[in-house]
């Protein structure tokens, strides 16, 4: 059995702490409703894509947009109707000549701590797409850097916005339907990404342990360590357990795991992480088990409840979540404005630097075939 040292353990814990303490310097706006001036850097990650939904710039002016690769540029300045003053192939250029108050990052997980080194002494916000990490050591480092320049640095996962993810946490934290939480079983992911056609730039690094951290179990292993950690509030779990699969044919899978379930245990509940590139269809969905209900999100509007052992599952269907609790452009600009504090929220640092310690612990147990237990 592999343990965290107590002086481990106590840095992660004063990391938390400092996380949780600092006070996060917000640029308020003269109106609620300006547009807040956000910048681009990387356009190798596919989610991209949504930066093209009209209706989620509304609150925000993009100011500059900084990718090396001309082809790449191009690209998505004629799908986005990008100008061509607000296009660069250099960060630190852009962010010196645009002055953005936030930027939105769209490189690979490897890139994240290199764009909040050059953001946090400008002051800048930083929105970067899920997982926020690759290893543990990147993620001690940019927590220091937000905390010591005072800056929002958050991560962004699809499922923040699902309203049965939400539906499950008042379920189980505010109306107290399920009874003392049990169980949580998280299942993300799909068939494969170079089954499911992503991008060849997206593919260079998503496929590459180093750039990416890992394969299925840091892909989408950290939607669930993401979302179980949110539902214990904050907690980090006594121990961790995780079994990794190389089962693809394909050579371009080589180096990385496809498949991955993580075991999260806690002193009255056990979290299952199943995430994989081995799906045979496209999932995003999880159960959540208390001592009398269970609550089960099957996508973002619809969810599966069941109220006790003499009921029968009803299902329900809510309503999407409304702006800016509903995309993450618009929540990043409302927090940037000083209208929304995201502590404690899936898009959280304190949370997702725990999420980078579940997934560091997983990838040793994985690699040992042995639990890491954080010693108390």
Known sequence: METYSKFDNMRLSTLCLLILLSTISMSVLAQAKDRVKIGIIGLTHDHIGFMGNPDFLERVEIIGVAESNDTLRAKYAKAFGWANEVLYDDWEKMLKEAKPAGVMVFTSPYEHLEVVELCGPMGIHVMVEKPFSVSLEHAEAMVNLAEKHKILLLTNYETTWYATNHGAYSYLHDQKKLGELRKVVVHDGHYGPVELGCTPEFLEWLLDPKLN????????????????????????????????????????????????????????????????????????????????????????????????????????????????????????????????????????????????????????????????????
């Open 213 to 376: 951290g890992g394969g299925a179990l840091t892909d989408f292993g950290c939607y669930g360590a993401n979302l179980i950690t949110w539902l214990m509030q904050g907690e980090l779990p006594l121990s961790v357990r995780a079994i990794t699969k190389f089962t693809k044919d394909d050579p371009a899978y080589t180096g990385v795991d496809d498949d991955a379930t993580i075991l999260l245990e806690y002193p009255n509940m056990i979290g299952v992480i199943q995430a994989s590139w081995n799906w045979p269809y496209n999932r995003k969905d999880m159960e959540v088990y208390g001592t009398t209900g269970f609550f089960h999100p099957q996508n973002g509007t619809e969810a599966l409840y069941l109220k006790d052992k003499d009921s029968q599952p009803e299902k329900i269907v809510l309503e999407p979540r409304e702006a800016p609790y509903n995309n993450p452009v618009t929540y990043f600009a409302a927090c940037i404005a000083g209208e929304i504090n995201p502590a404690g929220s899936l898009n959280s640092l304190e949370n997702n630097f725990i999420v980078s310690i579940i997934l560091d612990a997983a990838r040793k147990s994985a690699e040992t075939g042995q639990e890491v237990r954080f010693e108390e």
